[in-house]
């Protein structure tokens, strides 16, 4: 008789907070610093602040400020990183997203701590996951990325368009572009 063997199952766990490192050749590259300041960006923020009834989507904090956060998912294989939605964070998971940027402002117990809480885990399960982050953002910082926004958010706010097609190889890394948002497009300044 012919069966599968007994197989142990892999126990997936699953946090509702997690560090998100920005890959170095992609930061800046963001709706928000695109956009900041103008209204398209406003209207995004607000429109999806009250979609999270104001208030914070992982811990349901409602302290102010609140933060709206980009949600993107890479594709390793083909270096694509693509906008799929937003998410209202309060200070502190916003804190906790951005490790490493916590982490270089001195402020990396805090968004431990809270890592901690919101995630019910130890210290030092908060730190491998700090680490993990940290190993794929090495991986993919040696990278050249295109940029893509998921059709849905193209449909609710067109002028999100912006960052489509972006290249971190034509462009170089992205912390040393400065852009010009002229009504629909994006032009590198000089």
């Known amino acids: 008789m012919r069966g599968n063997p007994k197989r142990r ?9 997690r560090p998100e490192l920005v ?14 300041g103008r209204a398209p960006w406003k209207a995004i923020r607000i429109a999806e602040l009250s979609r999270a009834g104001h208030r914070c989507e992982t811990c349901t904090s409602s302290s102010v400020p609140l933060f ?11 270096a ?17 997203l951005h490790m490493g940027l916590a982490h270089l402002r001195g402020e990396f117990d805090k968004a431990l701590t ?5 995630n019910k ?33 193209l449909v609710s706010y067109p002028q ?3 960052l489509v097609g972006l290249d971190t ?16 497009e994006i032009v590198r300044a000089g």
């Open 9 to 17: 199952s892999k126990r997936v766990v699953s946090f509702k907070l």
């Open 23 to 36: 890959p170095q050749p992609l930061w800046g590259v963001s709706a928000c610093k695109l956009l900041n």
């Open 68 to 78: 709206c956060h980009e949600q993107w998912t890479y594709d390793d294989r083909k």
């Open 80 to 96: 694509i990183t693509t906008l799929t939605g937003f998410h209202i964070a309060c200070s502190d998971c916003n804190l906790a």
């Open 114 to 118: 809270q890592l901690c809480q919101v």
């Open 121 to 153: 885990i130890t210290e030092e399960e908060a730190n491998r996951l700090f680490n993990n982050a940290r190993a794929v953002w090495k991986r993919r910082s040696e990278k050249h990325w295109r940029v893509g926004v998921v059709p849905r958010l």
């Open 160 to 162: 999100l368009k912006v």
């Open 169 to 184: 190889r034509r462009t170089g890394p992205a912390r040393d572009l400065r852009f010009v948002v002229t009504g629909k």
